[in-house]
């Protein structure tokens, strides 16, 4: 007896997917990467070799705003500068200090020694916005943001956001201010479908992961708020106590594209943060491409 | 009252006795997410806005039997990372970590070699994150963070049921003259079922007369 037809009036029946397969998320597993690849034609092909090639990130001041980074890890070497920023009281915006903990978590030290590995010669400054025992608040990530963006750094590692909407205008503000001044801010999309920012603005490059293991690999999205998938799953990254871990997220994919945003603006002194975000969508796999 | 919709949690919590059906729910979930990723433990850590520490709200596995109620204080290890940063986060051979297994080992007993935590977020808080220790299921992929964010969406309604849960209850404890009629009321139509029907019709009548 033939069994009844699941999909009877309606055109073919839909495709198999397993359960994991339509659920809206901001990341990019293999099965899906046809799906954004760039399809856009563009006038004259631009290689990895043009974007950074020969480039060490030499000049490029990289700030990374997190946990702190421990300062004597061989894989992070030496910091340009490590401080501590905290909310400031009244009219004072942030208040500063000298970093004398490292990191407190091992997060900072993850992001900062994948900067390092892409980027060997980069100047990496941490700003640490998380206190002891991991008291971040929104108002200190702001106060950390206002700080960097003001320091100009070239490039800001921000593999944090908030979820607090009171916090949006002035992050936006932040944000287009880091645009118009040259300062590339490098923001981890959240894993899940969660409202947060910085990393939804136009004016930042926005990361989520793919699960390839090529550091230098990058996918373009066509269908934002994510703009650029990189490096983000099983990455071997150093930790706290001078320790190695095996990593994944999107809080270590951001640092693979900050580090070529490093490689990037040392090689082209004076580009503009949208340039490089352009950049990085040139030389992000393509649909004609075997391996996509 | 002090909280828009109290009143009526209050009611229901009387009524429904709701913290511990929510407790079952966050157990299922921990349970389901456990044997999804044929993990050695799943917990989902409260974190309590007084002082940040994060409390064992539900365990399935690895110390299921003695580690509810337990607290870790503020910044100890991923889970504290997670709850504040709001980032899942997934590590494997973290027991090569000397300090996370210290941590570890002092507050749970048991070193995990790979953790996956996700934070529970409802609105725009972290209520606590879900931990997966020591998963089964194969090398990490992304769509294992995609069903960790499908557990963790459930958990956090769960989480946020039981808080809204516990409040009513610091609530009816903290204005039983406000509150005490009402709560017996419920209460007696929880009773014999013959002056239930009676109590109904009462209180629709009631309820005419409010308008």
């Known amino acids: 007896m033939t069994p009844p037809d699941p999909h009877p009036a309606d055109g073919p029946a839909p495709e198999e997917t397993s359960p994991a397969e339509d659920i809206p998320a901001w990341s990019l597993p293999r099965s899906a990467e046809a799906r954004v690849a760039e399809r856009t034609v563009w006038p004259s092909a631009l290689t990895p070799e043009q974007a950074w090639g020969g480039s060490d990130g030499a ?11 421990q300062p004597d890890h061989p894989d992070v070497g030496p910091l340009a500068e490590a401080l501590v920023v905290t909310a400031g009281e009244g009219a004072e915006p942030y208040r500063v200090r000298p970093d004398e903990e490292g990191d407190l978590c091992g997060h900072g030290t993850a992001c900062a020694g994948i900067v390092r590995s892409i980027a060997p010669a980069c100047a990496i400054s941490s700003v640490r916005v998380l206190g002891e025992g991991f008291t971040g608040t929104g108002a200190d990530l702001i106060a950390g943001l206002r ?22 205008p002035t992050l936006h503000e932040l944000a287009d201010r880091a645009y118009f001044q040259r300062t590339v801010l490098v923001a981890s999309a959240h894993n ?91 030389v992000a796999q393509r649909e004609d491409e075997d391996d996509v | 009252m002090s909280e828009p919709g109290a009143f009526q949690s209050a009611v229901a919590h009387a009524v429904l006795g ?19 990723f044929r993990a050695r433990a799943a917990s989902v850590f409260l974190v309590d806005p007084t002082d940040g520490a994060l409390v064992f709200a539900a365990v399935a596995g690895e110390g ?16 504290g990372w997670v709850a504040a940063s709001g980032q899942p ?31 529970l977020t409802r609105a725009e808080t972290v209520l606590g994150t879900l931990q997966v220790l020591d998963r089964a299921s194969g090398p990490f992929t992304l769509k294992d963070m995609d069903l960790l964010g499908l557990f ?57 007369l409010l308008g």
């Open chain 1, 59 to 69: 000049g490029v001041r990289v700030c990374i705003l997190d946990s702190g980074v």
């Open chain 1, 147 to 168: 700080f960097a963006v003001e320091a100009g750094y070239d490039v800001i590692n921000m593999s944090l956001s908030t979820t607090h909407a009171r916090f949006v």
């Open chain 1, 192 to 282: 899940m479908p969660v409202d947060s920012w910085p990393w939804r603005f136009a004016s930042v490059i926005s990361v989520g992961s793919h699960e390839r293991p090529d550091p230098h690999c990058l996918f373009a999205n066509g269908q934002p708020p994510v703009e650029i998938f990189a490096r983000g799953v099983d990455v071997e990254a150093p930790w706290m106590g001078g320790r190695w871990m095996r990593a994944s997220g999107n809080s270590f994919a951001t640092p693979h594209v900050s580090g070529l945003c490093a490689l990037i603006i040392s090689k082209h002194p004076g580009i503009r943060p949208g340039q490089v975000k352009a950049m990085l969508a040139l």
């Open chain 2, 18 to 36: 709701a913290e511990a059906g929510h407790a079952d729910l966050l157990a299922a979930t921990v349970r389901l997410a456990r044997a999804t």
């Open chain 2, 64 to 79: 299921e039997r003695d580690l509810l109620g337990r607290r870790v204080p503020r910044g100890t290890g991923v889970a």
């Open chain 2, 89 to 119: 986060l997934v590590l494997d051979h973290v027991s090569q970590d000397p300090r996370f297994s210290r941590e570890a080992a002092e507050s749970t007993g048991y070193v995990p070699d790979a953790i996956m935590a996700v934070p």
């Open chain 2, 152 to 208: 963790a969406s459930q958990a956090a309604v769960a989480l946020d049921l039981t808080l809204r849960a516990r409040r009513a209850e610091a609530l009816l404890a903290g204005q039983p003259d406000e509150l005490v009629g009402l709560v017996k009321l419920a209460a007696a139509l929880d009773g014999d079922p013959e002056r239930r029907v009676a109590g109904l019709r009462l209180v629709d009548a009631l309820g005419d």
